[in-house]
């Protein structure tokens, strides 16, 4: 599945906002991916999480132990795409603000890929990993299935993404006036 089929799923099903919008990185964008409105459909996000699966197949050599989410965008995906991989999917979830792994013991050594929706600045899979390998867990890859980054944000493993589609977004001092002018909105769930 290529760039172009992943994005006219996401157009089909309404998910590309336009705004102005304070993401969870603090940055500014006019555009917003509400991927939750693709994964309301069970048929579309079988297609995307099925063609990320076959990519981490290709590009993940050995077991994987688990897939993991970070919660909440990355529950969804994270499950559909371990249905196809044929691993157990769990998610780590905030706690006080930090991803925590609440519900589910790992033993060290576990192999996981992080599966997340979308892809700003990797800071949320920065922020897994991190957590992952406090717990001695070896993260052998992330995936996500749309990079806005296109390609230029580090988490720290391989990232492994459906499509790349760059999107502007600016520091909150320094938006263009037409941005400016748009009261903000902020769709994610950090700090709420
Ligand atoms: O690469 P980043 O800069 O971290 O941005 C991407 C993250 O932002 C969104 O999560 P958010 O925290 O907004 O909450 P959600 O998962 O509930 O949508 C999205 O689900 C990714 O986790
Ligand atoms: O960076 C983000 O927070 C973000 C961007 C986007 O398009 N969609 C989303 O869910 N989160
Ligand atoms: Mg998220």
């Known amino acids: 599945m290529n760039t172009d089929e992943v994005l006219r799923i996401f157009r089909e099903a309404g998910a590309v906002l336009e705004g102005h919008f304070i993401l969870t990185s603090g940055l500014r964008s006019p555009v917003f991916l509400q991927k939750a409105r693709v994964f309301m459909h069970a048929d579309k996000t079988e297609r995307l999480c099925k063609a990320l699966a076959e990519k981490i197949r290709a590009a993940v050599s050995g077991r994987i132990d688990y897939v993991v989410g970070p919660a909440i965008g990355g529950l969804i995906p994270a499950y559909e795409t371990s249905r196809h991989l044929g691993a157990p999917a769990i998610w780590v979830e905030r706690e006080g603000g930090e991803f925590r792994l609440r519900r589910f013991e790992i033993a060290k050594g576990s192999r996981v890929v992080i599966v997340e929706d979308i892809v700003t600045t990797g800071l949320s899979i920065r922020e897994t990993v991190d957590c992952l390998r406090a717990l001695g867990a ?18 720290g493993v391989p990232l492994i993404a459906l499509a790349e589609y760059e999107v502007p977004a600016y520091p909150a001092d320094r938006l263009p006036p037409e941005l400016a002018a748009i009261p903000a909105i902020k769709p994610g769930s950090r700090n709420i």
């Open 138 to 155: 070896e993260v052998v890859a992330a995936a996500c299935i749309i990079d806005r980054s296109a390609g230029k944000a580090d988490v």
